[in-house]
């Protein structure tokens, strides 16, 4: 039977896309990447903010369109609007077949086979559907998988869930208490993807800094960037989802001092009122954040810190956001985002008084954005004249140029290095640019090899 996949939301999510995609596969069905010759597709969903929800809804309402005029049978909708959610878009989209929760990606195979046998009975459509939400904080974490991203760079899921309770967010209702994966079974799939040509390790979990407290009874990140690189080539390591909290003194050591781990760490804020990171119950204050970043800077020159903001928070006031705008002017950070407060039933801010007005939310995202706008372009042009280490991602026949990513840019969400070369250079593939020109956030230059360099 010919699959489809779709999978939405973060590099969390995708890695559940891989693992299911691993026990389809081994179950003897076929993965395609055109729905239009699928018989089955599965939706992996993502339900994080309203945006996220919206682009779930609008892929369900596109595939339920080739279910009724193409050849497609079945659909199964996954992930985390399918735990949030799962009666509902039973109950909203009769065109859904199955719905699995986050604690059920295992299930999935037992999801086909109980759709095969519905199509073989019923048709294209049944009431006779599959629904399985399972104890997500039972299920198992890792397993084997295949790849979806490039060959040369990989995901690796080093924790499930979340105990932090920030007043804004739905994740731990929806992938439930924090646990850390065995640091043995995490090196043992380190190395096999570096037998796969794996060249860039992303770090990834809900809070990464507090892996191992679980298991170990205390932060284990340090120890776990250390026995990585210890037992792999990999050359680069990155680290995402740090809480400023937690960035302990062996932490900053591996990020000075490790060769393999990247001197980039993403730094989700989200405010720096104080005040409303108490409403947001966000540990720490703003004493601790400033003092944080100014340890990470001083001890490791040229760190990259990458952030996210929030504004619009209910009972955020002006003064609020002023101290907010007025921090980023200041600390400058190499790469930020700015969202709009998504009020997000279940989660307790959602009752709080003083909600903000929409036009008011998007206003004040608008001014950050073009401030760090601003900032990207003042530092990009800091970077004309310097030679970067670039992995390259792909030609672009638009440009005629090969283009990549510098350490300084994490994969997905950070600008990109376009460069021309003499040379044919392969994905994956490590080259010394000299950067010659900024467009937005991006970088322009030549291999240092080139005739043009």
Known sequence: MKIGFISLGCPKNQLDTEVMLHEVVSAGHEITPDETEADIVIINTCAFIESAKKESIDNILDIAWLKKHGKLKAIIVTGCMAERYGKEVLA???????????????????????????????????????????????????????????????????????????????????????????????????????????????????????????????????????????????????????????????????????????????????????????????????????????????????????????????????????????????????????FAYSREDGTPAYDFEDQIDEQVKQDRMDILMKMQLEINYEQNQNMIGKTVNVICEDYDPVSESYYGRGEADAPEIDGKIFFKSDIKTAPGTFVKVKIRKVVDYDLFGYAVNSSNA
């Open 92 to 338: 909203e989209f009769p065109e859904v077949d199955a719905v699995l929760g986050v604690g059920s990606i295992h299930h999935i195979t037992q999801a086909i086979q109980s759709v095969s046998e519905n199509m073989k009975k019923y048709g294209k459509n049944t009431d006779n559907r599959y629904f399985s939400c399972e104890d997500k904080n039972t299920v198992a974490l890792g397993g084997d998988r295949i790849l979806t991203t490039p060959d040369y760079m990989a995901y690796l899921k080093i924790a499930e869930g979340c105990d932090n309770r920030c007043t804004y967010c739905a994740i731990p209702y929806i992938r439930g208490k924090f646990r850390s994966r065995p640091m043995e079974d995490l090196i043992k799939e380190a190395k096999e993807l570096e037998e796969i040509g794996v060249k860039e390790l992303t770090i990834v979990a809900q809070d990464t800094t507090k892996y191992g407290i679980d298991l170990y009874g205390k932060y284990c990140l340090d120890e776990l960037l250390k026995q990585i690189t210890e037992n792999t080539n990999i050359p680069w390591i990155r680290v995402l989802y740090c809480y400023p909290d937690k960035i302990t003194d062996g932490l900053i050591e591996q990020f000075k001092n490790n060769p393999k781990v990247l001197k980039y760490i993403d730094l989700p804020l989200q405010h720096i009122s104080d005040s409303v990171l108490k409403r947001m119950n966000r540990r720490g204050d703003s004493a601790l954040i400033k003092n944080t970043i100014d340890k990470l800077r001083s001890n490791v020159p040229g760190i990259v810190i990458r952030t996210t903001f929030i504004v619009g928070f209910p009972g955020e006031t002006e003064e609020d956001f002023d101290e907010l705008a007025g921090f980023m002017k200041e600390t400058r950070f190499e790469h930020a985002g700015v």
